[in-house]
Antibody, heavy 121, light 107 residues
Framework: QVQLQESGPGLVKPSETLSLTCNVS??????????WSWIRQPPGKGLEWIGY???????NYNPSLKSRVTISADRSKNQFSLKLTSVTAADTAVYFC?????????????WGQGTLVTVSS | DIQMTQSPSSLSASVGDRVTITCRAS??????LNWYQQKPGKAPKLLIY???NLQSGVPSRFSGSGSGTDFTLTISSLQPEDFATYYC?????????FGQGTKVEVK
């Protein structure tokens, strides 16, 4: 059974960098056929895809966030990470990590429980 | 970006009702369309992938259909545990996008 678990600070100051890590168990970030994604959800709002990293290191980001986002994978620790720079209150959200897997389409089949990040001074 | 538009944004229904939610893509996405259920404080749960395929463990009262730009999620007989918010999501584009969500509430 694949499990994902987000970790990182719950409070970040405006203009600073948000950093989160997703630890993967029961699966490998080194294996092909999966994209490892970050998705966020502002309080009371819908889901927004942030981006993904492939096992090869290839990344793809939401165009609206591309200039501020870096997603990377650490194969030795079987985890992947999100960095979002120059945060503002608009970046306050629950951040989810998820596996994007192929099955006639790509779909997010496993999710972490989510972690709330608040941007405030 | 491919825009995904769901309708309605919310609906009220009773246990036993048949519920239909629609999702429209701004361009053709073949059948690269997934549906998720989300309950308050929880991560979304995959229900339907590739437009019409039921995810393992999901009750058969859930079904999906459509291709191209128009898609439908149907709950054949609404159960108490189905009151939640539902999202569609496209994976045709490498830039994934979600619909805005449909909240199914108790009538």
């Amino acid at each position: 059974q694949v499990q994902l678990q987000e970790s990182g600070p719950g409070l970040v100051k405006p203009s600073e960098t948000l950093s989160l890590t997703c630890n993967v168990s029961g699966g490998s970030v080194s294996r092909g056929s999966y994209y490892w994604s970050w998705i966020r959800q502002p309080p009371g709002k819908g889901l927004e895809w942030i981006g993904y990293v492939y096992y090869s290191g290839t990344t793809n980001y939401n165009p609206s966030l591309k200039s501020r986002v870096t997603i990377s994978a650490d194969r030795s620790k079987n985890q992947f990470s999100l960095k979002l720079t120059s945060v503002t209150a608009a970046d306050t959200a629950v951040y989810f990590c998820a596996r994007d897997a192929w099955g006639y389409a790509y779909q997010f089949d496993y999710w972490g429980q989510g972690t709330l990040v608040t941007v405030s001074s | 970006d491919i825009q995904m538009t769901q309708s309605p944004s919310s609906l009220s229904a009773s246990v036993g009702d048949r519920v239909t939610i629609t999702c429209r893509a701004s361009q053709s996405i073949n059948t690269y369309l997934n549906w998720y259920q989300q309950k308050p404080g929880k991560a979304p749960k995959l229900l339907i992938y590739a437009a019409s395929n039921l995810q393992s463990g999901v009750p058969s009262r859930f079904s999906g259909s459509g291709s191209g730009t128009d898609f439908t999620l149907t709950i054949s007989s609404l159960q108490p545990e189905d009151f939640a918010t539902y999202y569609c999501q496209q994976s045709f584009s490498t830039s994934r996008t979600f619909g805005q969500g449909t909240k199914v509430e108790v009538k």
